[in-house]
């Protein structure tokens, strides 16, 4: 559902068909999962659970729906089977919130919840509950349910739902964080016990595990991954940047590895063996496996619709490069790049070859630190594309993963502790 489309009512989803890029249908939606918060704070949609045509019920991410509409679900079409498994923080709407029981603010008034409305936030791509649709009525009373009055309201004019701001629960202190940058939450678990750290890296949905990992020092990244079921270890790794997800990896045991790699899709464990076949410090090393590749015949528009994705850092949508097929990393012959600035000084439908900034030579994926730091510097990049001898795109180098290897080994260590004196000091 685009922006702006109309809120849809969860009982017109239950049951509903979806379907992939291609149109072939992979299951039927059985339920929706929110994150209540704390207050009033509309619920957070995480995704749906959907059955599949074995009976096997999973969970989607609303990041991987592309579109609600007429009647059906339309998804990127990467799924993981693997079975739904409600965490302490989850609650199921069709489950849990249905014919419950809440009282309007206004009046003290006991009603019973008949339907929930879902809207997606205007440029974003999360999802929320805005509206309650309630009966008035006296609990047990069949009639005086049947015609007690109907009505909708703002979910903040109701409560009963959300969590308790009393308590010291890993799902209050969740909610409590759940505003907190990645950076600024990772922070926080730096300094939580490790049995407190652990709850709340066990109630965090797997993207924003993998987002807050990928903050945290080396050490604190093992213990909590250490911690995580294998199934669920292996859904985090391909959750968190390819190169961040490599460099874990790479300082886990040998048997670990090979256990997690082997519970991964075969698509994202080949991308971490390869990154991690090339040695920490060089460009193979450092470079991400999911840049912004496009075929010489995209348009402009193309370009700039696959800069938009609010998924993408900003390093890695500064431009996008274009190659020959396959598309995928590793790509056929790279052809050049192009910067998103160029992209906006230029008609919607020329075609992106026609634009190209061919003159800049690419990384060699063995290039070393210094003079990869130097090429930055030199050209003023925020990113560099890596090419094989053969000519083939292997991935990127942003600025961010140059300047994480540049500083000391200890740098976030270092910024918790000052963070921790700052705040000892009352200052």
């Given at each position: 559902?685009?922006?702006?489309a109309p809120r849809?009512?969860?009982?017109?989803?239950?049951g509903i068909?979806?379907?992939d890029?291609?149109?072939?249908q992979?299951?039927?939606?059985r339920?929706l999962?929110?994150?209540?918060r704390?207050g009033?704070r509309p619920p957070r949609?995480?995704?749906?659970?959907?059955?599949?045509?074995?009976?096997r019920?999973?969970?989607?991410?609303?990041?991987?729906v592309t579109?609600?509409q007429?009647?059906?679900?339309?998804?990127t079409?990467v799924?993981?089977v693997r079975r739904?498994?409600?965490r302490?923080t989850e609650?199921?709407?069709?489950?849990?919130l249905?014919?419950?029981?809440?009282?309007?603010?206004?009046?003290?008034e006991?009603?019973s919840?008949?339907?929930?409305?879902?809207?997606?936030?205007?440029?974003?791509?999360?999802?929320e509950i805005?509206?309650?649709?309630v009966r008035?009525?006296?609990?047990?009373?069949?009639?005086?349910r049947a015609k007690g009055?109907?009505?909708?309201?703002?979910?903040?004019a109701?409560?009963g739902?959300?969590?308790?701001e009393?308590?010291?629960?890993?799902e209050s202190?969740?909610?409590?964080?759940e505003?907190?940058?990645p950076?600024?939450?990772?922070?926080v678990?730096h300094?939580l016990?490790?049995?407190?750290?652990?709850?709340?890296?066990?109630?965090l949905?797997d993207?924003?595990?993998?987002?807050?990992?990928?903050e945290l020092p080396?050490d604190?990244?093992?213990?909590?991954?250490?911690?995580?079921?294998?199934?669920r270890?292996a859904?985090v790794l391909?959750?968190?940047d390819?190169?961040?997800?490599?460099?874990?990896l790479g300082e886990?045991p040998?048997?670990?590895?090979e256990?997690l790699l082997r519970?991964?899709?075969?698509?994202?464990?080949?991308?971490?063996?390869?990154l991690m076949?090339?040695?920490?410090?060089?460009?193979?090393?450092?470079?991400?496996?999911e840049p912004i590749v496009?075929r010489?015949?995209?348009t402009v528009a193309?370009?700039?619709?696959?800069?938009?994705n609010?998924?993408?850092?900003?390093?890695?949508a500064?431009?996008?490069?274009?190659?020959?097929?396959?598309d995928e990393t590793?790509?056929g012959k790279?052809?050049?790049?192009?910067?998103?600035?160029?992209?906006?000084r230029?008609?919607?439908p020329?075609?992106?070859?026609?634009i190209?900034?061919?003159?800049?030579?690419?990384l060699?994926p063995?290039?070393e630190?210094p003079d990869?730091?130097?090429?930055f510097a030199?050209?003023?990049?925020?990113?560099?594309?890596v090419?094989?001898?053969?000519?083939?795109l292997?991935?990127?180098?942003t600025?961010d993963d140059?300047?994480?290897?540049?500083?000391?080994?200890?740098?976030?260590?270092?910024?918790?502790?000052?963070?921790?004196e700052?705040?000892?000091?009352g200052?």
């Amino acid at each position: 559902m685009a922006a702006g489309a109309p809120r849809i009512f969860v009982s017109h989803l239950s049951g509903i068909a979806v379907f992939d890029p291609a149109g072939d249908q992979v299951g039927r939606v059985r339920d929706l999962v929110v994150m209540l918060r704390m207050g009033q704070r509309p619920p957070r949609l995480l995704g749906l659970v959907v059955e599949l045509a074995t009976r096997r019920r999973i969970f989607l991410p609303m990041t991987r729906v592309t579109a609600i509409q007429s009647g059906q679900v339309i998804t990127t079409g990467v799924l993981n089977v693997r079975r739904f498994e409600q965490r302490p923080t989850e609650r199921l709407v069709f489950g849990e919130l249905l014919d419950r029981r809440v009282t309007l603010t206004e009046t003290g008034e006991e009603v019973s919840v008949l339907d929930l409305s879902v809207h997606q936030l205007p440029a974003r791509r999360e999802w929320e509950i805005d509206r309650v649709f309630v009966r008035k009525g006296r609990k047990g009373s069949a009639f005086r349910r049947a015609k007690g009055e109907a009505l909708t309201v703002e979910w903040t004019a109701v409560t009963g739902f959300s969590l308790e701001e009393q308590g010291q629960g890993a799902e209050s202190l969740l909610a409590t964080f759940e505003q907190l940058r990645p950076a600024d939450l990772a922070n926080v678990l730096h300094h939580l016990s490790p049995k407190r750290r652990a709850e709340v890296a066990a109630a965090l949905d797997d993207d924003r595990l993998a987002d807050v990992l990928e903050e945290l020092p080396e050490d604190d990244q093992i213990e909590i991954l250490g911690k995580l079921k294998e199934e669920r270890a292996a859904d985090v790794l391909e959750a968190m940047d390819p190169d961040d997800a490599a460099d874990l990896l790479g300082e886990l045991p040998t048997d670990d590895q090979e256990r997690l790699l082997r519970l991964m899709q075969p698509g994202d464990a080949a991308d971490m063996r390869r990154l991690m076949s090339y040695e920490d410090r060089t460009a193979g090393g450092l470079m991400t496996t999911e840049p912004i590749v496009l075929r010489p015949d995209a348009t402009v528009a193309d370009a700039l619709a696959r800069v938009r994705n609010a998924d993408l850092s900003p390093a890695l949508a500064a431009q996008v490069y274009v190659c020959r097929p396959p598309d995928e990393t590793p790509t056929g012959k790279y052809l050049g790049t192009v910067h998103f600035q160029r992209l906006l000084r230029e008609p919607p439908p020329s075609l992106v070859s026609s634009i190209l900034d061919s003159d800049l030579q690419p990384l060699d994926p063995e290039a070393e630190l210094p003079d990869i730091a130097g090429f930055f510097a030199t050209y003023d990049m925020v990113a560099a594309p890596v090419v094989d001898e053969a000519g083939s795109l292997l991935g990127a180098v942003t600025v961010d993963d140059v300047l994480d290897h540049m500083l000391p080994e200890d740098w976030r260590e270092t910024e918790f502790h000052l963070d921790e004196e700052v705040a000892t000091d009352g200052s």
